[in-house]
């Protein structure tokens, strides 16, 4: 009898989020490796289980508990935040959001002091410290296992869109790189990057990821790097294509926004799964990647031209009344707002570097945005 993976069932569009944060040294502005020393200062307190380290000690991670409001997402992570910030200071060191850091030297980074991070940094090598780079992942709870590889597979249809709205890397290694985000390509290189290979039955999925393990290529879900991976231990599908945008509240407004198109998905199943979904994946991501909100889309039902903006613009209009269902009417309204004016984090850094021509004061309003 064929093994299936088990699946934790997740209420409906619950949703938490990931923050990965960069660590500042303030005198210069570069990325310090104090990761080590933040996690002690914080270990004994009441957001111990929420703050994480991550791959290199220039980052850190927040986790969310899991919500069913982005009203009580953002009102958690904001007391995170603040204590985080205090606790950052007094060991002389400063937060910032932002997908990368504008001037860092990946070689300098050093991989954080974990069983887990050791063992990547020995099979990938310089890719472990050159991932120093900075998401935010989303969370959608799901019923059952055909919901989540459903959503899965349908979310990859606004993949452009999501990268399009966070975008906030636009300088890398010291340099304008011309991408609005920098960040979304770094993880190409990993082995196991990219797309869920198209299946959509749940036993076929079984099969492959049993292969994978038994083939000692993968050891767990967290091994394969997709855009988009469902994770069936906590009953959620994982969106990992955001940059870590310069604010909270930015992040959180993206969660909801994703919550809201998830909710019209599953009730309208509305994406017609097929192949040509990832034929013209690759074009569709660069173009967003390079381009952000001005970039060219193609529909891989209709293979209509579009802009990412009028993309978002008009899948906006469909999910209103998913959005009343929700409460989530003000979060689409900022996104609206957003859009329209093309006001990407990228754009906001860029006009900062503009201004002063440095990239230490880029960085010092990265974190003066986090702050606030």
């Given amino acids: 009898?064929?093994?299936?993976?088990?699946?934790?069932?997740?209420?409906?569009?619950?949703?938490?989020?990931?923050?990965?944060?960069?660590?500042?040294?303030?005198?210069?502005?570069?990325?310090?490796?104090?990761?080590?020393?933040?996690?002690?200062?914080?270990?004994?307190?009441?957001?111990?289980?929420?703050?994480?380290?991550?791959?290199?000690?220039?980052?850190?991670?927040?986790?969310?508990?899991?919500?069913?409001?982005?009203?009580?997402?953002?009102?958690?992570?904001?007391?995170?935040?603040?204590?985080?910030?205090?606790?950052?200071?007094?060991?002389?060191?400063?937060?910032?959001?932002?997908?990368?850091?504008?001037?860092?030297?990946?070689?300098?980074?050093?991989?954080?002091?974990?069983?887990?991070?050791?063992?990547?940094?020995?099979?990938?090598?310089?890719?472990?410290?050159?991932?120093?780079?900075?998401?935010?992942?989303?969370?959608?709870?799901?019923?059952?296992?055909?919901?989540?590889?459903?959503?899965?597979h349908a979310l990859a249809r606004y993949v452009p869109q999501l990268i399009a709205l966070s975008a906030s890397s636009p300088f890398y290694q010291g340099i304008d790189t011309g991408f609005q985000t920098t960040r979304s390509s770094i993880f190409s290189a990993f082995p196991l990057s990219g797309v869920i290979p198209f299946i959509t039955n749940w036993q076929e999925f079984s099969s492959y990821y049993y292969k994978m393990k038994k083939l000692k290529i993968i050891n767990s879900m967290k091994d394969f790097y997709w855009d988009i991976r469902p994770k069936p231990e906590f009953g959620t599908v994982e969106i990992r294509v955001c940059d870590m945008p310069l604010t909270i509240e930015k992040a959180v407004v993206i969660a909801a926004y994703l919550q809201t198109l998830s909710h019209y998905l599953i009730q309208k199943k509305a994406c017609k799964l097929s192949p040509d979904l990832y034929h013209i994946y690759g074009y569709n991501r660069f173009q967003a990647s390079r381009y952000g909100l001005l970039g060219d889309y193609i529909n891989h039902e209709s293979f209509k031209h579009t802009s990412i903006q009028d993309d978002i613009l008009e899948t906006l209009k469909i999910i209103t009344p998913n959005a009343k269902i929700l409460n989530n009417q003000i979060y689409l309204k900022k996104i609206y707002q957003l859009v329209r004016n093309n006001m990407t984090d990228a754009n906001y850094l860029r006009s900062v570097y503009k201004k002063t021509d440095s990239l230490k004061k880029v960085v010092s309003a990265q974190s003066e945005k986090w702050s606030k």
């Fill in 1 to 152: 009898m064929m093994k299936i993976l088990p699946f934790k069932r997740s209420s409906l569009l619950s949703i938490g989020i990931e923050l990965e944060l960069q660590l500042i040294d303030p005198p210069t502005y570069d990325l310090i490796s104090h990761a080590k020393d933040l996690i002690r200062h914080v270990k004994m307190s009441k957001f111990n289980e929420l703050i994480k380290p991550e791959i290199t000690q220039s980052m850190i991670e927040i986790n969310s508990s899991i919500h069913r409001s982005p009203k009580t997402l953002f009102d958690e992570l904001i007391k995170v935040r603040d204590f985080l910030d205090r606790h950052a200071e007094n060991i002389g060191i400063k937060i910032s959001g932002g997908g990368t850091h504008p001037f860092q030297k990946w070689a300098l980074r050093k991989i954080f002091p974990s069983k887990r991070f050791r063992r990547l940094s020995w099979q990938f090598r310089y890719l472990s410290k050159r991932s120093t780079v900075f998401g935010e992942h989303i969370h959608i709870g799901c019923r059952n296992e055909d919901e989540a590889l459903y959503l899965t």
